[in-house]
């Protein structure tokens, strides 16, 4: 009849526009998965990259550190060395060296407080960078909670479409039969 051609026409158009809602959904998932994957990339990445110029500097700091301990050890065994060799006036000597020794030992402990400052804004920035991972981390979890949310309703929709279909299909085996009925 005409009411049921109205609507088997009418659940054709909505079984039609559960279809491209559907594909429209599938794409927007993959794309959000797609998005994901290469934040998560990226973040392993800078993470990596923080990581190596860490420690490469720290090395480098390190080094300097045990290059200015040497020197310091230098310096007094040199001092030393000048007070055992001094004869004449002791005093005067002493005077000279130790304000010598504490003009390099103040450039000393200035060089040695620079690299600590230098190896503490390296380690915030590490731990800026770290902090950066977890958030990358957090975010992927969230889109994994929302990819998982969207399977969920593209399953729903499918139950939905798989009983639009069966219902689709008894209505055309009805009319067929109807038709059949009209022939007779």
Do not use: P
């Amino acid at each position: 009849t005409q009411r049921q051609t109205a609507e088997i026409d009418r659940l054709r158009q909505a079984l039609e526009f559960a279809d491209s809602q559907l594909e429209v959904q599938i794409r927007s998932h993959e794309k959000a998965m797609k998005e994901a994957r290469a934040e998560r990339d990226e973040a392993a990445t800078l993470r990596a990259e923080s990581e190596e110029v860490y420690l490469a500097a720290l090395e480098e700091k390190s080094e300097e550190v045990e290059e200015l301990q040497r020197q310091l050890g230098s310096l007094v065994l040199e001092a030393t060395e000048h007070k055992k060799e001094m004869d004449g006036n002791i005093e005067d000597w002493k005077q000279r060296e130790a304000v010598k020794s504490q003009a390099r030992e103040a450039a000393l402990q200035k060089q040695l407080e620079e690299n600590e400052t230098t190896i503490k804004d390296l380690n915030e920035t590490l731990t800026q960078h770290i902090t950066i991972l977890v958030e990358s981390k957090v975010e992927l979890a969230e889109t994994k909670g929302k990819n998982l949310e969207l399977k969920r309703h593209i399953e729903r929709n499918k139950a939905k479409m798989g009983s639009l279909a069966a219902r689709y299909t008894n209505l055309e085996s009805c009319k067929q039969a109807s038709n059949m009925n009209r022939l007779f």
